[in-house]
């Protein structure tokens, strides 16, 4: 049971525009979400996050949205750089509890 | 920032052996580090939790005599593969939490068992 999805796997962007990455999720104990970025054979690299008693956070280029309504969340990335390029996971954790539940992957190309 | 090591980067073993993966918080220490795995394509599945003293807190489906997982300090967690099979094949990542509770992740470890 993916408690935590990510419904595209690749997602191709021209440099300089916006990147969007969504996810979703099922469990409504989850109130704490993250976002990683990982390059291959490499850990994930946190990236930015966000609680659930806000909508919105943001950090430089990047800016995490938080619908708890519908169970979504995006990451905006802007503008999008060469550098950018990797796989991006959200993931989630209830309140009090550490454990991470990931997504299953973004794969974000950034075309020169 | 914080720094997480995991040694080693890259194993090979035969089937039937035990491979040993250390992961070491280098300039902070972490009373709790977790345990991952990650297949091909897929997402980052957490295997278990590692508390520095105390056993570890397995996750649902995984085999704790076969994943034998040892947090000797606060600084260092161990996971051992013991006769590992072929399907044991996959990246292993673990991670480290602060006292601000941020998780910070290791390199991971690819095993590949033959």
């Known amino acids: 049971d993916q408690q935590v999805k990510q419904n595209s796997p690749s997602l191709s962007v021209q440099e300089g525009r916006i990147s969007i990455l969504n996810c979703d999720y099922t469990?409504?104990?989850?109130?704490?979400f993250l976002w990683y970025k990982k390059y291959p054979a490499e850990g994930p690299t946190f990236l930015i996050s966000?609680?659930?008693?806000?909508d919105k956070n943001e950090d430089g280029r990047f800016t995490v949205f938080l619908n708890k309504s519908a169970k979504h969340l995006s990451l905006h990335i802007v503008p999008s750089q060469p550098g950018d390029s990797a796989v991006y996971f959200c993931?989630?954790?209830?309140?009090?509890?550490?454990?991470?539940?990931f997504g299953t992957g973004t794969r974000l190309t950034i075309i020169p | 920032g914080a720094v997480v090591s995991q040694h080693p980067s890259r194993v090979i073993c035969k089937s039937g052996t035990s491979v040993k993966i250390e992961c070491r918080s280098l300039?902070?220490?972490?009373?709790?580090m977790f345990w991952y795995r990650q297949f091909p394509k897929q997402s980052l599945m957490l295997m278990a939790t590692?508390?520095?003293?105390?056993?570890?807190?397995?996750e649902q489906g995984v085999e704790k005599d076969k994943f034998l997982i040892n947090h000797a300090s606060l600084t260092l967690s161990t996971l051992t593969v013991t006769s590992a099979h072929p399907e044991d094949s996959s990246f292993y990542i673990c991670?480290?939490?602060?006292?601000?509770?941020?998780?910070?992740f290791g390199p991971g470890t690819r095993l590949t068992v033959t």
């Open positions: 991670s480290a939490r602060d006292t601000r509770y941020e998780q910070y």
């Open positions: 469990n409504s104990m989850f109130d704490y």
């Open positions: 966000i609680s659930s008693i806000k």
């Open positions: 993931a989630a954790s209830p309140s009090g509890n550490e454990k991470l539940t």
């Open positions: 300039d902070f220490q972490a009373t709790t």
């Open positions: 590692s508390n520095e003293g105390s056993k570890a807190t397995y």
